[in-house]
C-alpha cells in the first residue's frame, strides 16, 4: 500500500484555501460605489461638518461640534461606505453626532465592536444610538444587544439575525421600503417576534432597498416609486425622533 504523503496533501489543501480566499476577497471587493451625490456629501457646508478622523467619518453640527447625542451607523453589506453620506448628514443637521464606520471587506460583520471604539474616542456624547443599513442593521442590532448602554437600535432595510434585542428589551426602530425586492415583507412582519414588544415600524411607501443610501440601483431590488430623497426624508424623520424621545 502507498504510503500517504501528508506534505503533499497539506500543500494542495492550503492551495485550495487561498484560492477560496482570493474568490472571496474579489466578491467582497465588487462593491456598489457612492455616486456623486454621496461623494458631494462628504464635504463640510454652512450646516455640517464632515471629518474622516481616528478611522471613521463623522458629521456635527457646524454650530454644536459636540452634540449630547451620538448616532453611529454600520453600512449595507459590499456599498462603499460613502453612499452614506448624504442620509447622515441630514441627521447631523438636525442637530445630532454621527459617527460612519467604514467596514472591512465591505462586510460590517466583521467587525460588530466598531461602535465600541467610537465610544471611548468620544466620552463627551451622553446618549448613544446604533443603527446601519442592511447587513450593516444586522450587526448594529448585535452590538447593541450586548451593550445596555446603548440608548436604542435604529433599523433600516433590515432584519435582526436573532432574539436578543428582544431578551435585552432593547428599543428599536425598523424602518422599510413596501418595495423592497431583497427582503420581503413576510421577513418584515415575522422579525416582530424578535424585537421588544414596544419596536416601533416605519414603512415609507414607495421605497425600496437601495434608497436608504445613495449607490443607485442594486440586483433584486424592486423600482422605487419615490425619489432617494423623499425616503431620505421620511427615514431621517422617523429616526430623529426616535432618538429624540429616548434622549430627553
Not at 500517504?4 to 474568490?23: D, G, H, Q, S, Y
Not at 481616528?54 to 453600512?75: C, K, L, S, W
Not at 447622515?88 to 467596514?103: C, D, E, Q, R, W
Amino acid at each position: 500500500m502507498k504510503k500517504f504523503n501528508w506534505r503533499v496533501f497539506l500543500a494542495i489543501f492550503l492551495i485550495a484555501m487561498l484560492v477560496v480566499a482570493t474568490v472571496f476577497v474579489f466578491w467582497a471587493t465588487d462593491i456598489y460605489p457612492a455616486d456623486e451625490i454621496a461623494l458631494n456629501a462628504m464635504n463640510s457646508d454652512s450646516q455640517v461638518f464632515v471629518n474622516a478622523e481616528r478611522g471613521v467619518v463623522i458629521f456635527f453640527p457646524a454650530d454644536n461640534p459636540r452634540p449630547e447625542t451620538g448616532f453611529i451607523f454600520y453600512p449595507g453589506g459590499k456599498v462603499d461606505y460613502r453612499a452614506y453620506a448624504p442620509i447622515l448628514k441630514m441627521i447631523a443637521s438636525n442637530g445630532y453626532f454621527v459617527a460612519l464606520t467604514p467596514a472591512p471587506l465591505n462586510l460590517a460583520m466583521f467587525d460588530v465592536n466598531a461602535a465600541a471604539r467610537i465610544e471611548v474616542q468620544y466620552p463627551e456624547i451622553e446618549n448613544w444610538f446604533v443603527g446601519g443599513h442592511s447587513l450593516g442593521g444586522v450587526a448594529a442590532s448585535s452590538y447593541a444587544a450586548s451593550h445596555p448602554n446603548i440608548k436604542g437600535a435604529v433599523l433600516w432595510g433590515s432584519v435582526p439575525a436573532d432574539d436578543l434585542l428582544r431578551v435585552n428589551n432593547m428599543p428599536t426602530l425598523l424602518i422599510y421600503g413596501d418595495n423592497d425586492g431583497l427582503i420581503s415583507l413576510e421577513m418584515y412582519n415575522n422579525s416582530r417576534d424578535l424585537l421588544p414588544l414596544d419596536a416601533i415600524f416605519v414603512v415609507i411607501e414607495g421605497g425600496n432597498h437601495a434608497q436608504f443610501s445613495s449607490y443607485g440601483e442594486q440586483a433584486g431590488d424592486d423600482i422605487a416609486m419615490i425619489s432617494p430623497e423623499e425616503q431620505w426624508t421620511q427615514t431621517v424623520d422617523a429616526t430623529v425622533e426616535f432618538m429624540k424621545s429616548l434622549s430627553e
